[in-house]
């Protein structure tokens, strides 16, 4: 069977299946060329097309076929981030959405994970907004990078993410929090002038049906989670601040103080 021949059956086949609305015209196109008792036919030389004699036919099903590869190409482009290349908010609310659902059937699990880059206000104003674009999408491909192949990583709004991870109980998802946590962190990024930028990520997990049986839910655990472990990361930022402003002050107090000896007399062992 010739590849034409092979492409023409995989239509019709296709027809079968539930199509979308966007390839309604494929269809009509193809039921059009049966109603009409048509083959269609290509010339040894591959220039030829026609349908009993006429090009009438192949040119109603390839502009037809053309629209339907415009529609999927458009519906894709809609549930894309154009700047990151993953999926977007859309997309994540009707996956998560199937995944509760299957989850609910199989009585298995589903965990969300709310990703937050830090301080990545500064990284822009410091360096432009195109470095800012760079360090997404190296973080979007580093994330892609580190779960599952059917696991799925959104890019929510701004600097925010949000994976799910099918099948993932509480324990597995706080590995895979900090596996996320450490893959972004000793991520190496640079300006275009080679100049060093420290990249990290907040993370929080919740897990259904423990955390939430809905995607509201369970987005508003992560969440929380997610500040709570950002308040957590600056922590040890703030106490070596106050240790550089006090310290100073402390060895200047102490290197003022007179010098004491030390050194101990010894005991009066005299009896009176």
Request: hydrophobic share 40%.
């Amino acid at each position: 069977m010739g590849t034409h021949q092979r492409t023409v059956d995989a239509l019709h086949r296709r027809r079968a299946d539930p199509v979308p609305d966007g390839l309604i015209a494929h269809c009509v196109a193809l039921r059009w060329l049966e109603w009409n008792g048509g083959s269609l036919r290509m010339s040894p030389a591959g220039m030829n097309i026609g349908m009993n004699g006429s090009v009438i036919g192949w040119t109603l099903a390839a502009a037809a076929i053309a629209n339907s590869i415009v529609f999927e190409q458009t519906r894709e482009a809609s549930l894309s981030d154009a700047l990151t290349g993953l999926p977007n908010t859309r997309y994540m609310v009707s996956h998560l959405a199937r995944e509760l659902a299957r989850a609910e059937r199989h009585g298995s699990q589903v965990a969300v994970l709310v990703l937050d880059l830090d301080d990545f206000k500064k990284i822009n104003d410091t360096y432009g907004h195109h470095v800012g674009d760079r360090a997404l999408r190296e973080v979007a491909r580093v994330l892609r990078e580190t779960i599952r192949p059917y696991d799925v990583c959104v890019r929510y709004a701004g600097d925010e993410f949000i994976i799910v991870l099918a099948g993932c109980g509480p324990e597995e998802a706080e590995a895979k929090r900090l596996e996320l946590q450490c893959a972004v962190d000793t991520m190496n990024f640079e300006t275009p002038e080679g100049r060093p930028v420290k990249v990290s990520l907040s993370l929080g997990a919740a897990v259904y049906p423990e955390d939430g049986e809905t995607y509201e839910a369970l987005l508003a655990t992560a969440d929380g989670r997610m500040y709570h472990d950002k308040k957590s990361r600056k922590r040890p930022d703030m106490r070596s601040q106050l240790v550089s402003l006090v310290q100073p002050a402390v060895d200047e107090d102490f290197a003022q103080e007179p010098a004491v000896s030390m050194a101990v007399p010894p005991p009066d062992f005299r009896v009176n």
